[in-house]
């Protein structure tokens, strides 16, 4: 699923020392093993908040359409498939983490190492947006092999070209990545719509996926710099509410950065774009990149939609 990368010797060592002393703690406290593991990931992420790599990182819920005045846990969670874990907040990793409905923002409350890493209780009807950026983080690639499986992954083609053509090394150089991640939930009426929130990488629902008629599938924006997305390649993952497994499909957009997606009652829906690029020379210079990725996802629910 994930995996811990860009760790030297010495930060295996003390991530070592670290994980033994809290087994010493969960032996003698008797912690329960569930307990145990989320404060390893605790540690793990305020010590390392950048090495946890996986392949998408979304905003989760349990449930996406709720009444006024119910709390919702929110969960950063990193995996792939519409599987993985939750990461705790830490100010290290966030940008930014808030919450839109009916035109107003309110900004998160959570406190270090936070799971879920936010939690909100709404107290009007109406479409809520959870908007989760994080801060840049970089990752080491070894080989090659690995940095064209993840550019096949996100149908990257001319990255693999590019970086063959342009005398790239073939191992041992980074990437520098951000997410741009958000969650649309229904609360009681849920009226309102999806809007752009001047993200580099943005995905924005066209349809109100809790009381637009989607029957012929919901419209999926992509802007990339506030520009539609011509011809871009999105993954959608469609999770069942019942039995939790996943299908997933990929659909393009067109002309005007819009793709549809077809979707069906009683599911959760992932959807993620990444754009892959060469570093400009600032980031080449402080950073020691060659390659930067941007990451955008957008979940929803779709429970008792109209026309389906």
Same mark, same amino acid.
């Given at each position: 699923?994930?995996?811990?990368?860009?760790?030297?010797?010495?930060?295996?060592?003390?991530?070592?020392?670290?994980?033994?002393?809290?087994?010493?703690?969960?032996?003698?406290?008797?912690?329960?093993?569930?307990?145990?593991?989320?404060?390893?990931?605790?540690?793990?992420?305020?010590?390392?908040?950048?090495?946890?790599?996986?392949?998408?990182?979304?905003?989760?819920?349990?449930?996406?359409?709720?009444?006024?005045?119910?709390?919702?846990?929110?969960?950063?969670?990193?995996?792939?498939?519409?599987?993985?874990?939750?990461?705790?907040?830490?100010?290290?990793?966030?940008?930014?983490?808030?919450?839109?409905?009916?035109?107003?923002?309110?900004?998160?409350?959570?406190?270090?190492?936070?799971?879920?890493?936010?939690?909100?209780?709404?107290?009007?009807?109406?479409?809520?947006?959870?908007?989760?950026?994080?801060?840049?983080?970089?990752?080491?690639?070894?080989?090659?092999?690995?940095?064209?499986?993840?550019?096949?992954?996100?149908?990257?083609?001319?990255?693999?070209?590019?970086?063959?053509?342009?005398?790239?090394?073939?191992?041992?150089?980074?990437?520098?990545?951000?997410?741009?991640?958000?969650?649309?939930?229904?609360?009681?009426?849920?009226?309102?719509?999806?809007?752009?929130?001047?993200?580099?990488?943005?995905?924005?629902?066209?349809?109100?996926?809790?009381? %637009?008629?989607?029957?012929?599938?919901?419209?999926?924006?992509?802007?990339?710099?506030?520009?539609?997305?011509?011809?871009?390649?999105?993954?959608?993952?469609?999770?069942?509410?019942?039995?939790?497994?996943?299908?997933?499909?990929?659909?393009?957009? %067109?002309?005007?950065?819009?793709?549809?997606?077809?979707?069906?009652?009683?599911?959760?829906?992932?959807?993620?774009?990444?754009?892959?690029?060469?570093?400009?020379?600032?980031?080449?210079?402080?950073?020691?990149?060659?390659?930067?990725?941007?990451?955008?996802?957008?979940?929803?629910?779709?429970?008792?939609?109209?026309?389906?």
């Amino acid at each position: 699923m994930s995996a811990i990368a860009g760790l030297t010797s010495c930060d295996w060592a003390l991530l070592a020392r670290l994980t033994n002393n809290i087994f010493i703690k969960r032996v003698t406290l008797n912690m329960s093993e569930d307990m145990y593991w989320q404060l390893c990931l605790k540690i793990i992420f305020f010590f390392f908040p950048c090495t946890l790599i996986g392949h998408e990182l979304w905003v989760d819920t349990t449930d996406f359409r709720v009444e006024k005045d119910t709390e919702i846990n929110l969960n950063l969670r990193n995996g792939e498939n519409f599987d993985g874990f939750s990461l705790g907040y830490f100010d290290r990793s966030v940008e930014k983490l808030y919450w839109r409905q009916n035109g107003n923002q309110f900004n998160n409350t959570s406190r270090q190492g936070d799971i879920p890493a936010l939690k909100i209780v709404p107290n009007e009807n109406g479409l809520v947006t959870a908007v989760y950026v994080s801060k840049p983080s970089i990752i080491k690639y070894k080989e090659f092999k690995k940095f064209k499986n993840f550019a096949i992954a996100k149908h990257s083609q001319s990255s693999i070209d590019f970086h063959l053509n342009s005398n790239f090394p073939k191992e041992n150089f980074s990437e520098i990545y951000t997410r741009y991640s958000k969650a649309l939930l229904g609360v009681g009426g849920a009226k309102g719509s999806d809007k752009a929130n001047d993200l580099e990488l943005e995905l924005i629902a066209l349809q109100n996926p809790y009381t %637009d008629d989607i029957s012929s599938g919901i419209e999926i924006l992509t802007l990339y710099q506030g520009k539609p997305q011509a011809f871009s390649m999105l993954n959608v993952f469609e999770r069942s509410n019942t039995d939790l497994r996943v299908n997933s499909f990929v659909v393009k957009t %067109d002309a005007k950065g819009i793709a549809t997606v077809k979707v069906e009652n009683d599911n959760a829906y992932l959807i993620d774009n990444v754009i892959i690029r060469p570093a400009n020379d600032k980031l080449l210079k402080d950073k020691g990149v060659i390659w930067e990725s941007l990451w955008a996802a957008l979940t929803f629910g779709v429970i008792r939609a109209n026309g389906l």
